[in-house]
């Protein structure tokens, strides 16, 4: 019994007598560092400490939770948060104007954004070229956004990246007919390069001085030279006169192409978006042309080396 009330005792002083430490005034004693030459005696006593007694019967203090610091920028732990901010807001001016009309990107007003190494500037990193087309395409959309109800908070941000406007050197001229109505262009293909002279007329093709289908034996490179007039419908309206110099045929023929164009759009400039829409359906014919034609000749080569093959078989 005895042993049993001195546990019951023990167990009561220490739910009433021992007091509770507030975190608030809670302090650790200073520790000695340990050093092997001077060995920590073993003592029985401990040392108090200065602490607030509290009651049972009083309600605890509130301890602050813990807390954790956080970064106030999202992409704080990316290699580059400056770019990452920046992407990030304009992507979010993006998608709060993604319903807005929108305008023909040939239509949209003609701006030159700053060169990478001044938007390196800006964003005080060095940008990788594929990063910073990321942040021109954005900015070419917002372009596109029609003029005349364009948020000004658009407008704003885009100004932050338009370069300073140079009125000598942004002025483009404008290229007309001469005084005999021939409208001049010059196109590049490879090392090819034609100059080319559209006149309005019955539908005369002449390249350095022969027809064209005296001048390209493929039917290919006939069409090729005057895609831009089929295209249009312009065949039978205007006379070409072009001079070739350099490269291979197809390559002469394909320079013609791109003058024809430009010479064209020196006559009737309504006509950009037609040509352009029909660039797009040539090349796509250009290459699976390209296709077939590789495909036909390794054809030919692996019959001729089965032909070759047999006939030493017969020989044998």
């Known amino acids: 019994m005895a042993t049993a009330g001195s546990f019951l005792q023990r167990c009561h002083r220490a739910l009433t007598?021992?007091?509770?430490?507030?975190?608030?005034?809670?302090?650790?004693?200073?520790?000695?560092?340990?050093?092997?030459?001077?060995?920590?005696?073993?003592?029985?006593?401990?040392?108090?400490?200065?602490?607030?007694?509290?009651?049972?019967?009083?309600?605890?203090?509130?301890?602050?939770?813990?807390?954790?610091?956080?970064?106030?920028?999202?992409?704080?732990?990316?290699?580059?948060?400056?770019?990452?901010?920046?992407?990030?807001?304009?992507?979010?001016?993006?998608?709060?104007?993604?319903?807005?009309?929108?305008?023909?990107?040939?239509?949209?007003?003609?701006?030159?954004?700053?060169?990478?190494?001044?938007?390196?500037?800006?964003?005080?990193?060095?940008?990788?070229?594929?990063?910073?087309?990321?942040?021109?395409?954005?900015?070419?959309?917002?372009?596109?956004?029609?003029?005349?109800?364009?948020p000004a908070e658009t407008k704003a941000a885009l100004a932050l990246y338009m370069r300073p406007e140079n009125q000598a050197l942004g002025r483009k001229i404008e290229r007309t007919t001469d005084n005999f109505g021939r409208a001049y262009a010059i196109g590049r293909r490879k090392t090819a390069v034609a100059r080319v002279f559209l006149v309005e007329g019955e539908g005369e093709a002449l390249v350095n001085g022969m027809p064209v289908n005296k001048k390209f034996s493929r039917l290919h490179d006939r069409e090729s030279v005057l895609w831009p007039l089929i295209v249009t419908n312009r065949v039978d309206r205007y006379n070409v006169f072009a001079v070739v110099r350099g490269g291979g045929?197809?390559?002469?023929?394909?320079?013609?192409?791109?003058?024809?164009?430009?010479?064209?759009?020196?006559?009737?400039?309504?006509?950009?978006?037609?040509?352009?829409?029909?660039?797009?359906?040539?090349?796509?014919?250009?290459?699976?042309?390209?296709s077939l034609l590789i495909w036909d000749i390794q054809l030919g080569a692996l019959l001729s080396i089965t032909d070759r093959l047999r006939g030493r078989s017969r020989v044998i």
């Not at 602050?64 to 956080?70: D, K, M, S």
């Not at 197809?250 to 164009?261: F, R």
Request: proline share 10%; hydrophobic share 35%.
């Open 17 to 150: 007598k021992i007091p509770r430490l507030t975190p608030q005034l809670t302090s650790q004693p200073s520790r000695k560092p340990f050093h092997p030459h001077h060995p920590r005696l073993l003592t029985t006593s401990t040392t108090t400490t200065t602490t607030a007694l509290t009651d049972l019967s009083q309600p605890l203090p509130e301890v602050a939770p813990r807390t954790r610091l956080t970064p106030l920028s999202p992409s704080y732990y990316t290699g580059s948060p400056e770019y990452y901010d920046n992407l990030l807001a304009l992507q979010d001016l993006l998608r709060s104007h993604q319903a807005l009309p929108t305008i023909h990107g040939d239509d949209a007003p003609v701006v030159k954004w700053k060169t990478i190494d001044e938007y390196r500037l800006i964003v005080g990193d060095r940008v990788k070229p594929s990063r910073y087309n990321k942040v021109i395409h954005i900015l070419d959309r917002l372009n596109r956004i029609d003029p005349a109800i364009m």
């Open 249 to 290: 045929l197809t390559g002469q023929a394909e320079a013609c192409t791109l003058a024809i164009a430009r010479a064209l759009r020196i006559h009737e400039p309504a006509l950009k978006h037609a040509l352009r829409e029909g660039e797009g359906f040539f090349f796509p014919f250009l290459s699976l042309f390209k």
